[in-house]
C-alpha cells in the first residue's frame, strides 16, 4: 500500500447497543402477550394492546425516532395480527395482507389529507417569507414598551396561528425576529425581558392550539378519531367558539404571570420602534408570491370559518383547493421541488400510524374492552359529565410529562378515552367531550420536552427550563381550574358537555 504521508481522519465511532428504551419496549410487548388471556378480550385484541404498550414505552423514552417507531408499529401490526384469528371468525387467521391494510388504514383518513395540506402552506409560509412579513407588521403595531413588546408576541402568535396550521412551523418563524428583536434592543439574553419573550412564545403557541383546530397536528388528528369512531366531528368554527374564549383568557395570565414572575428589568426599550421599522424596510415592498398567498390563506380561512353555515365543504377539500391555486403555473407561489424538502414527512407517517393504531385497537375490540375496565375501576360512572371531564384532563395532564410529542400522546390515548366515553352511561355529548379531552392534550406547559416549539425557544438560550416550568406549572393548573369553569357554564350552555 502506498503512503501518502497525510492522517486520514479517524471514523466515527459507531453505539452498537440497543438503545434501551426500545428493549424495554420490546420487553413490555412480550409481558403483555403472555399475560393470561381474558375471556372477552379476542386474541387480536390481546395483541393490539401490546403493541400498544410497545409505543407507549418507545415514544416515551424517544429511544428511536418517532418515524422509525411508525414503521416498527406497522411491522409489528402485520405479523401479530397477521397471524391471530379473525374477531368474530375464530376459525380463520386475518393474514398479513389484511392486517397491513389494517396498519395502513390510516393514511386514507382525510384527517391525514388535512395535515399533509396545511404542511404544504407552513412551508409555502416559510418560503414566500410572508410569515415573517405578518410578524414584523404585528409588532410594528404593538409600540414598544416592555409590556407592549410581550403583548406583540402574543398578537405574532395568535395571528399566525390563524393562517400558519403547524405550531413548529409558527415558532420556528417567530423565535428568529424576537432574537433579531432581543439584539436589536441591546437587552441581554439572558435577562428577564429576553427569557419573558421567548417563554410566550412557547406557552403562547401551545395555548392558541388549543383556540384554533387548524393551529396543531394533534387537533387534526383529534378530528380523525371523531371521524372513525363518532363518524362525526366538529367544524372549524364551532372548535374556534368554543376554545378561542379560553385561549384569549390564558393569554392574558400568561403576561400577568410573567411579569410577576420575571420581573423586566426596565419599562422601555429604547429603539424598538426603530429596530422593527428597519427590518421591515429591509424585506422590501410585498412581493406578488406573498400577495397571493395572503390572498389564499384569508380565502381559506373564510372557507374554514364558514363551514356548515354558508356553504357544505369540508375542510380538508377547501384546504386542497387552496394548494392547487399556490400550485398552479404563473398563478401559484410555488412548485413542488420548491417547498417538499421543507415538509417533515415524518410528522405525516407518524400521523397515519396513530390513526391506523386507534383504529385497529377499535377493529380489534381492544378498545372497547380497555374503556370497560377503566370504568369498572376507576369510578367514573357514578359521576357527571363534569365529573368526567376533570378527571380524565387531569390523566391527561400527568400522562403528557412522560411525552415529547401532543400527536404521539392522542394517537396512544384518545381512541382508548373515546372507547371510555362510548362505556360509560348516562346522556351526555360525547363528541363535544372529545374536543375538550383534544384541547388538554395540548398542555404542553410545564417541561420543555413536552411541545416542539418549546425546544425551538429554549434552543436560543435565553431561559432555563426552571424558570419555563416555573410559569408552566402555574399556566397548567389555572388552565385546568378555568376549563373546569368553562365547563360549568360556557362549554354546557353550548351542548358540549
Known amino acids: 500500500m ?13 453505539n452498537n447497543k440497543l438503545p434501551m428504551g426500545l428493549v424495554a419496549g420490546f420487553a413490555a410487548l412480550v409481558v403483555v402477550l403472555l399475560l393470561p388471556l381474558p375471556a372477552e378480550l379476542p386474541a387480536a385484541g390481546h395483541r393490539m394492546l401490546a403493541i400498544l404498550v410497545f409505543a407507549v414505552v418507545v415514544w416515551v423514552t424517544e429511544a428511536v425516532s418517532y418515524e422509525a417507531s411508525a414503521i416498527m408499529i406497522t411491522t409489528l401490526m402485520a405479523f401479530l395480527l397477521g397471524t391471530a384469528p379473525v374477531v368474530g371468525n375464530p376459525a380463520a387467521h386475518y393474514g398479513t395482507s389484511a392486517a397491513i391494510s389494517m396498519a395502513l388504514t390510516g393514511f386514507a383518513n382525510s384527517a391525514l389529507a388535512l395535515v399533509a395540506g396545511a404542511l404544504f402552506i407552513a412551508a409555502a409560509m416559510t418560503y414566500t417569507g410572508l410569515d415573517r412579513r405578518i410578524a414584523l407588521v404585528t409588532l410594528s403595531k404593538v409600540g414598544t414598551s ?5 403583548v406583540g408576541s402574543i398578537a405574532v402568535t395568535i395571528v399566525l396561528s390563524l393562517v400558519v396550521p403547524s405550531a413548529t412551523a409558527r415558532s420556528a418563524a417567530v423565535v ?5 428583536v432581543i439584539t436589536a434592543f441591546g437587552v441581554d439574553k439572558r435577562s428577564n425581558i429576553a427569557a419573558g419573550i421567548m417563554i410566550i412564545v412557547a406557552q403562547a403557541t401551545s395555548i392558541w392550539n388549543v383556540g384554533i383546530q387548524t393551529a396543531a397536528a394533534q387537533n387534526l388528528l383529534t378530528i380523525g378519531f371523531m371521524e372513525k369512531m363518532l363518524h362525526a366531528r366538529v367544524a372549524w368554527s364551532d372548535w374556534l367558539i368554543a376554545g378561542a374564549p379560553w385561549a384569549i383568557i390564558m393569554s392574558a395570565i400568561l403576561i400577568f404571570l410573567v411579569l410577576k ?10 429603539g424598538g420602534k ?36 354558508l356553504h357544505s365543504f369540508d375542510t380538508t377539500s377547501t384546504t386542497y383547493f387552496g394548494l392547487v391555486l399556490l400550485l398552479l403555473p404563473r398563478v401559484g407561489v410555488m412548485t413542488w421541488k420548491d417547498v417538499q424538502s421543507r415538509i417533515p414527512w415524518g410528522t405525516v407517517i407518524v400521523f397515519g400510524v ?25 369510578g367514573l360512572a357514578d359521576v357527571g359529565p ?14 403528557h410529562l412522560g411525552f415529547a410529542s401532543a400527536t404521539a400522546l392522542t394517537s396512544a390515548m384518545l381512541p382508548i378515552l373515546i372507547s371510555v366515553l362510548a362505556t360509560l352511561p348516562g346522556e351526555f355529548n360525547r363528541l363535544g367531550m372529545t374536543m375538550l379531552l383534544g384541547f388538554v392534550v395540548s398542555y404542553g406547559f410545564i417541561l420543555p420536552i413536552n411541545a416542539p416549539q418549546n425546544m425551538v425557544c429554549l434552543g436560543t438560550e435565553t431561559f432555563t427550563a426552571r424558570q419555563f416550568a416555573k410559569v408552566g406549572i402555574a399556566i397548567t393548573v389555572i388552565g385546568y381550574v378555568l376549563m373546569l369553569g368553562f365547563g360549568m357554564t360556557y362549554w354546557r350552555w353550548l351542548g358540549w358537555m
Do not use: C, N, Y
Open 2 to 14: 502506498t503512503s501518502t504521508g497525510a492522517t486520514e481522519p479517524a471514523a466515527p465511532a459507531r
Open 146 to 150: 416592555t409590556r407592549r413588546i410581550l
Open 274 to 309: 426603530e429596530a422593527v421599522d428597519k427590518s421591515l424596510r429591509e424585506l422590501g415592498p410585498m412581493t406578488g408570491p406573498q400577495k397571493r398567498l395572503l390572498a389564499v390563506s384569508v380565502l381559506l380561512l373564510l372557507s374554514w370559518a364558514t363551514e356548515g353555515k
Open 386 to 399: 363534569l365529573g368526567i371531564f376533570a378527571i380524565l384532563a387531569a390523566f391527561l395532564i400527568v400522562i
Open 176 to 180: 428568529p425576529i424576537m432574537m433579531g
Open 354 to 378: 396513530g390513526i391506523s393504531l386507534g383504529t385497529a385497537l377499535l377493529t380489534t375490540r381492544a378498545g372497547q374492552w380497555l374503556g370497560t375496565l377503566v370504568v369498572a375501576h376507576t
Open 261 to 270: 414572575m420575571l420581573p423586566p428589568e426596565r419599562d422601555d426599550i429604547a
